[in-house]
């Protein structure tokens, strides 16, 4: 089993609309977890940290469930440049970052 | 502007050459690491260094070295580069101790082997 799954679609999204996406991971040991966007053909960068308890930052919203092993990551409101691919990264117990494949996010006018 | 930065951006090289892929930051941190991306695979750690001449193998090492002679500088290696060495290559850096998380990435060299 892949330590980190996504769906990796794509999501096509009207502008203006809400698009959620849920990623698992295998290990229940995991410390840490984010979301990273990133720009077709560019570099990934931290779009948010999932606390425990969810967290938001503006638009977006994460939640952790460690029972269930997943996390999510809602955006409301989508904007044309909300269009990227979505990786979920899990810190594994050796202090190294595991990343899904990602998914894609088409936002259509 | 700190940053991390990757030279070259592009490369295409032929099957048994060596290639060295050079990673600078000026951001001051302890940690790098280097990865590889594939469509469809996602982000792959090669090696990982948390430290000067502190050197890790990631998960897909074999085929690569590393060289980390100074905080500021890793560098990859491919002593014979073959076609499946073809990928999207980046640096990336953190901050040790508490505050490890966050890893910021350079702008990537793209490799093709012929």
């Known amino acids: 089993r892949k330590e980190v799954e996504q769906d990796p679609g794509p999501f096509n999204v009207p502008e203006g609309a809400t698009v959620a996406f849920n990623c698992t991971y295998s290990n229940s040991a995991s410390q840490s977890f984010f979301w990273y966007r990133q720009d077709c053909r560019k570099e990934p960068k931290l779009l948010m940290s999932?606390?425990?308890s969810g967290n938001e930052d503006g638009r977006f919203t994460a939640q952790l469930n460690r029972a269930s092993q997943y996390i999510s990551l809602l955006i409301r409101d989508s904007k044309l440049s909300d269009s990227a691919t979505y990786l979920c990264?899990?810190?594994?117990?050796?202090?190294?970052?595991?990343f899904g494949k990602g998914n894609q996010v088409v936002v259509i006018p | 502007d700190a940053d991390v930065t990757q030279t070259p951006r592009n490369r295409i090289t032929k099957t048994g050459k060596r290639i060295m892929l050079e990673c600078s930051q000026t951001k001051g941190h302890d940690r790098m690491y280097w990865y590889r991306q594939d469509p469809g695979l996602g982000l792959r750690l090669i090696y990982y260094s948390f430290d000067v001449k502190d050197i890790n193998k990631g998960e897909i090492s074999d085929g690569y070295s590393v060289s980390r002679q100074a905080q500021a500088k890793f560098s990859l290696s491919l002593e014979s580069a073959i076609p499946n060495q073809t990928a999207l290559y980046f640096c990336?850096?953190?901050?040790?101790?508490?505050?490890?998380?966050?890893?910021?990435f350079g702008p990537g060299t793209r490799l093709t082997v012929l």
């Open positions: 990336a850096t953190s901050v040790g101790g508490g505050r490890a998380d966050e890893q910021f």
């Open positions: 990264v899990v810190k594994s117990g050796n202090n190294r970052l595991a």
């Open positions: 999932v606390y425990s």
